[in-house]
């Protein structure tokens, strides 16, 4: 029932928890002597009936509605020191005027229907906010420290990184780490809403949040509580309703509007009929609960929505960026790829031998975490080769890495960064896969191919977003070579090659000066064309910087579900703008009946709370239900 004045009130935190402004504590006393004050309202009601008939009501009505009134009398008083106009303030000039005129009944009826309206808006709104709260109290608060022999349930905040920690089957993984010892299937659901269990064994990486379902695992601790990716998730979406949406700021204006509007047909309602009673009506006929609260309720539900099916989105503003998308850029490599890459073959050059390649390569990229450094440690490692450690290492985004080792300077990457574009490998052109390019000490010793694979739903979720009339780019710092196949596989509209991550971030943002852009990202190079994006969106498993610089993340690496992000956000704006002219619609012609002498008081109010609890649960209907996995 809170409705901010148009012009005070704009920074005032959105009303997503409206019952609680002054904290928790005062809404603990308010809704309770809501509660309260409507059994007291309705016993009045009997009372004054039976009273009525010895012929006495109205001094006992009166009382009623003093007493039972009280909490809605209390927030107007309060509102006129603020000098804000709210619903409170309306309610209490059409009860005083009810009064006053002797319509003590009708008083004690509307005194109830707005009581019992609050209380169910409370019950709603509250039930949206403990469904994300509940998020919170998903992690285990112990977990079992493995010291020496001997097991210790130690609580979570005192793990430190390096930690050896046993996952008993059946039990929540209280931490982010990797598998020591064990196997087991792991259920990722409430990270990511797969319910499909994942396999895991020694080396891989689980996460927080996920149940362990059949196996004893041994997990050394690499990050507990808010750094976890959980802990980000949660962090995330509680700080979701700082970073508002501008259409809330819409809302709050249109719903004082509304209750200005409403006095000023009172006002002239009675200049013209001189009938009281049509005048309270007027007055009472109009809610705007439906867009002062609902709007914020709507968000903060898709948000705790979009979290359960592993979309995290990092405040109201960028799920109202979403709704209205125009183009999606997506990054090639980690990506619209698994990023998962293979060496596939080596181009020595002429005088060099492929384990000279292999070797100076992989030196370069001993500390490499982009997927092409990654990939070909991992070859040298399974080929047996001992690598040396480099002295000095340098990454360059979107061109490659430069190390120095035993004296002599190493580079791979592009052609252009380690030749200056002397060298172009034919064959390795041709092969149509990723290539680089390794220089030892001024000598060029030739090319590495390496074969990436497309996520699987890469296609579908493209063809998805053009179905929902959105554009598509493609923007890689890779070759042509290596990205044409593959562009013209997943159909995307447009692409763009040899991108360094600076010309990423300005295409980027020269696109979204006319449209509305979303990136979609992973890596290093990808960070400043998320942020210069209308939207950031960043891969879950990607780099920390790409996801502190996104807006979105995407926990699962899904690329539907980052189409399924997209379809919530447009149905959250759908379902605001039907509680939007809903309202609208309800108050205007309420208020014409009203003015016409066609509404009681009593019927007035009861269009009010019925119109504005429809609203309410239309909004409410994007809360998500109760957590699906809440383990065992
Ligand atoms: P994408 O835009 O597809 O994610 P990047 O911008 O990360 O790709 O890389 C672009 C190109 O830069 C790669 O195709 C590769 O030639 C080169 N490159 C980037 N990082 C490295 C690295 N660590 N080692 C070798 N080459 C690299
Ligand atoms: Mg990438």
């Known amino acids: 029932m809170r409705v901010s004045n148009p012009v005070s009130n704009a920074a005032e935190t959105a009303p997503i928890a409206p019952a609680e402004p002054e904290g928790v504590h005062a809404s603990v006393g308010r809704s309770d002597l809501i509660r309260i004050a409507l059994i007291g309202v309705a016993a009045a009601m009997i009372g004054s009936r039976v009273w009525s008939a010895f012929g006495h009501p109205h001094m006992l009505g009166a009382v009623a509605v003093a007493v039972g009134g009280y909490p809605i009398f209390r927030e107007a008083v309060r509102d006129i020191a603020h000098r804000r106009m709210t619903m409170e303030l309306s309610m209490t000039i059409a009860l005083v005027a009810a009064l006053a005129i002797s319509e003590t009944l009708t008083a004690l009826l509307i005194t109830g229907f707005v009581l019992a309206a609050e209380v169910l808006e409370d019950l709603t709104v509250s039930r949206g906010r403990r469904a994300i709260s509940r998020l919170l109290d998903f992690l285990p608060r112990h977990a079992s420290l493995r010291s020496g022999d001997t097991l210790l349930d130690t609580p979570v905040d005192e793990l430190r990184a390096g930690d050896r920690i046993l996952v008993v089957p059946g039990s929540c993984i209280p931490v982010d780490g990797t598998v020591m010892d064990g196997e087991s299937s792991v259920d990722q659901a ?361 807006d979105i993340v995407l926990i699962g690496d899904d690329l539907l579900k980052f189409v399924d992000t997209l379809r919530l956000a447009r149905r959250t704006r759908n379902t605001i703008i039907q509680n939007f002219v809903g309202t609208v619609v309800v108050d205007a012609v309420g208020i014409g009946l009203a003015a016409a002498g066609f509404l009681t008081p009593v019927m007035a109010a009861f269009i009010h709370v019925a119109s504005e609890l429809l609203f309410i649960l239309n909004a409410a209907r994007l809360v998500p239900g109760p957590a699906r996995n809440t383990g065992p």
């Open 190 to 550: 409430a990270l990511t809403g797969e319910s499909r269990p994942v396999d895991v064994t020694v080396g891989d990486h689980v996460l927080a949040g996920s149940i362990n379902r059949s196996g004893a695992l041994d997990v050394e601790v690499e990050r507990v509580g808010p750094d976890t990716t959980f802990g980000r998730i949660v962090e995330a979406v509680e700080h979701a309703s700082e970073r508002r949406a501008p259409i809330q700021k819409i809302a709050d204006r249109l719903a004082g509007y509304l209750v200005y509007c409403a006095i000023a047909a009172a006002g002239l309602t009675f200049a013209m009929t001189r009938d009281p009673r049509a005048t309270i009506s007027v007055i009472i006929v109009a809610g705007a609960c439906g867009v002062a609260a609902g709007t914020p309720l709507a968000i903060l539900g898709a948000i705790g929505r979009a979290a359960r099916f592993g979309a995290i989105i990092k405040g109201g503003i960028y799920l109202e960026a979403l709704w209205s998308l125009d183009t999606v850029v997506l990054d090639k490599t980690g990506t619209l790829t698994f990023g998962d890459l293979r060496l596939k073959t080596l181009y020595p050059s002429s005088g060099a031998s492929g384990t000279e390649l292999l070797e100076a390569a992989a030196i370069a990229e001993s500390r490499s975490e982009h997927p092409i450094g990654r990939a070909i440690v991992a070859h040298a490692t399974r080929r047996g080769l001992t690598v040396r450690e480099p002295v000095r290492f340098s990454y360059t985004p979107g061109q490659g890495v430069r190390a120095t080792c035993s004296g002599e300077d190493i580079l791979v990457g592009t052609s252009e960064f380690v030749t200056g574009g002397r060298f172009v490998d034919p064959l390795a052109e041709a092969s149509g896969s990723t290539t680089v390019f390794v220089v030892r000490g001024g000598r060029f010793l030739g090319s590495l191919a390496l074969a990436d694979v497309p996520r699987p739903e890469a296609q579908q979720a493209i063809a998805a977003l053009h179905a929902l009339g959105i554009k598509t780019y493609l923007f890689t710092g890779d070759t042509p070579a290596a990205t044409e196949h593959m562009a013209r596989e997943l159909a995307v509209d447009h692409f763009e090659t040899g991108l360094l991550p600076d010309e990423k971030a300005s295409r980027v943002r020269a696109l979204a000066k006319r449209r509305r852009v979303a990136m979609v990202g992973d890596g290093v190079n990808d960070a400043p064309a998320l942020m210069a994006a209308t939207v950031g969106v960043a891969m879950g498993s990607g780099t920390d910087v790409a996801k502190e610089s996104a």
